[in-house]
């Protein structure tokens, strides 16, 4: 599978990137790069990098609303900065799924995972009541295609996604 991932501009991905790896190291969860996904499907490599380069040429950097800091019991939302909806960054999200030979129903939910492990409810409730986030609003400046496996339920699968191909947004 591929994914299409938003990527946080410097100044608020050094946070997220820290507080991946504290969460990680405390509760033995992978390191992963900070990201919200966009659109997945299963294309190539090759149609996935073109599709990036196009789509990101047409699009410019993007503002999220930080919603607050929320946790589920899906492994890869395990706990999870929630954004508000953004019309541009849900245009960005329909750019791909048009432009995908799948176009599968997807709905965009704008999240940003900071710890993916197997955690009693409890003990995510508190983390999440424990983090703040130092900004009420996040850039977002470049894309990237991902492949990774199907499905994503532990550690081991996290570390087999390889990145495919970055972008800048550059409208």
Known sequence: ??????????????????????????????????????YSTDENDEAARTLLERIAALHAPIELSVGGIEH??????????????????QQLSDAFVAASPSQKNYEFNPHLSVLYAHLPAETKAAEARNIRAPFERALFDSIAAIRFPRPIES???????????????AR
């Open 1 to 38: 599978m591929i994914a299409y991932w938003l990527l946080p501009a410097e100044s608020p991905r050094s946070w997220f990137v820290a507080t991946i790896a504290q969460l990680a190291r405390k509760y033995d969860g992978p390191l992963f790069e900070p990201h919200v996904t966009l």
């Open 72 to 89: 589920s019991e899906k492994f890869t939302k395990t706990l999870f900065v929630q954004f508000a909806n953004a019309r541009d960054a």
């Open 155 to 169: 550690r081991a699968d996290v570390e087999l996604w390889r990145t495919i191909a970055t972008a800048k947004l």
